[in-house]
């Protein structure tokens, strides 16, 4: 805690002086410098929004940038809140996400030797590399890689894997999703593989669990974003997401703005400490995520047991309280769903999508909605919806549940 309050000090001044934005939000709260010096001062200070850093636009970003943090890069959220953003990074900040880069490899124990294949959004065709690329190959020698477009086909997905055969799969949690639908259906002839890392998505329950029964090991999961990079990277050992406390204050707090215990959920607020570029200051990201108790693995970062998702993930029942709707597809006997997706339109209508191998007969569709309406307790409610193939996704993304209402 002297550590981050100690960056904390020298952000809050920078941005006082640099940032136009950021001065008149301490001075429209009523605050003074001083009193966001330390981590509890720090509380006094609204969180902000992706709505904000929109209206602020080029007052957002700092007028003078120390030496020692060029260059200044630029970094674009994907939208998948529906609230495109973007704002400026220093050198330190990627420094950063470079040391958590090797701390995740090396936590989950990546022979840097082996073959790496990602599948992200920031390659447009096939690219075939002789090593990693950065930063592993800029101090180690590593095994080839390949890179493959996030919009892609499944199937155009699947045949580049297969001819590559990597020992590594860096993927986003929905392209997963697609990718299992059809290994659980045809086999997976991806023999050498023996790591998946999920970027970029929530990963949940259903999906784990089905990688674990394919392939004998588990998901190893990095919660990140664009605009503060690395938040927490999974514990190999117990499952927790280790905070990235050297760079970042996360916050989760609950609906009154207090902190949550764990056990409890609420709302992600991230503090980026060496970002003098974007005054990233008590930043609420859109997510929801449940504090985590102390590891066991002797690692002493604070933890977060689980990332639940987007706020526009929680479900509203008739009496106005929100929820958080679970997958209800377990209680099916007669058929397999390989993959779901709820969407709450209005009160009475959740669009129900699921994957399964086969058309539903209308006795299984019926027992699909009396499955699913007894686990959200909403009778009545449910529209079935089947795909043959993968559920549609926007930027390679997938949420489990999105809800409509306004």
């Known amino acids: 805690n002297q550590i981050q309050e100690k960056d904390l000090v020298k952000l809050v001044r920078h941005h006082v002086a640099h940032t136009p934005w950021f001065k008149q939000r301490i001075k429209d709260q009523g605050l003074a410098p001083s009193d966001l010096w330390t981590l509890e001062g720090l509380k006094q200070y609204k969180p902000f929004t992706k709505r904000d850093i929109q209206q602020a636009g080029k007052n957002f970003s700092s007028t003078s940038i120390p030496n020692a943090y060029l260059p200044i890069g630029h970094v674009e959220s994907s939208g998948s809140t529906g609230q495109p953003v973007s704002l400026n990074k220093t050198s330190v900040n990627n420094l950063f996400w470079s040391a958590h880069t090797f701390r995740d490899h090396i936590w989950h124990k990546r022979d840097f030797s082996t073959k790496l294949a990602a599948i992200r959004a920031n390659f447009n065709d096939t690219e075939l590399r002789q090593n990693w690329g950065a930063p592993v190959a800029q101090i180690y020698p590593t095994g080839t890689g390949l890179g493959l477009p996030v919009n892609w086909t499944t199937r155009q997905q699947l045949e580049g894997l297969e001819m590559f055969q990597p020992n590594i799969l860096v993927v986003h949690g929905g392209v997963l999703g697609s990718l ?64 990235m406390a050297e760079n970042l204050v996360v916050e989760i707090l609950d609906k009154d703005g207090n902190d949550c215990k764990p056990g409890e959920i609420g709302r992600v607020v991230i503090t980026d400490l060496h970002n003098l570029a974007s005054p990233v200051i008590r930043y609420d990201l859109g997510d929801y995520a449940e504090v985590g108790s102390e590891c066991t693995c002797g690692r002493h970062l604070p933890t977060l047991k689980r990332i639940i998702g987007r706020e526009r993930g929680m479900f509203i029942k008739p009496d106005g309280s929100q929820f958080w709707p679970r997958g209800g597809y377990r209680g099916i006997k007669t058929f397999e769903v390989r993959q779901f997706q709820m969407i709450q339109h209005s009160l009475d209508e959740i669009e129900y999508r699921m994957v399964t ?23 009545g409610v449910i529209r079935i919806v089947r795909y043959a193939d993968a559920i549609p996704m926007i930027n390679g993304k997938y949420e489990e549940s999105i809800c409509l209402i306004k």
């Open 180 to 243: 299992m639908t059809i290994w659980e259906r045809e086999g997976c002839r991806l023999t050498e593989l023996q790591h998946i890392k999920q970027i970029g998505d929530t990963v949940h329950d259903s999906l784990r669990e089905r990688v674990e029964k394919m392939f004998g090991f588990k998901i190893e999961d990095n919660y990140s974003s664009s605009e503060v990079g690395t938040i927490a990277i999974q514990c190999p050992e117990s499952g927790l997401y280790h905070v």
């Open 357 to 379: 191998d086969h058309p539903l007969t209308a006795e299984q569709e019926l027992e699909a909605k009396e499955s699913i309406e007894s686990v959200f307790e909403m009778p």
